[in-house]
């Protein structure tokens, strides 16, 4: 089922999260190792996605140059036509490569010949 990032539709294969802390390790002369913790760096989400078409993979990367947060909604199994918003999120990092394929039929709306890409999506949840 079809995903929307920024209205952009993409068909999420994995979803992983994560958060860190940002600890500096400083080595004083006299002493051993002491680490310094400056706090929490925000959520982030990591997505690998199929898109079809050139134009939503360009629609994607476009959004990197944001700098406003956009919005990650997954489909509702409840209520099919009423999608779960995730939240707003910044997009950090796109990486794209194209599936090697002939025919797709993962988006009926789309030609049957368009190309089909793989993504690696970096968004960091907005605060």
Known sequence: MAWTLDGNVLYVQKLTEGTKQVIASLNPLAAGTVYQVFGYDTSKVKLSALVVGESNKDAIHALTTHVTSVALSS?????????????????????????????????????????????????????
Do not use: M
């Open 75 to 127: 489909p509702n199994p409840v209520h099919p036509h009423n999608p779960l918003s995730l939240g707003n999120y910044l997009v950090s990092a796109v990486n794209s490569s194209r599936e090697p394929t002939i025919y797709q039929t993962i988006d009926t709306a789309q030609d049957c010949e368009t190309p089909v890409f793989s993504l690696d999506i970096e968004l960091f949840k907005e605060i």
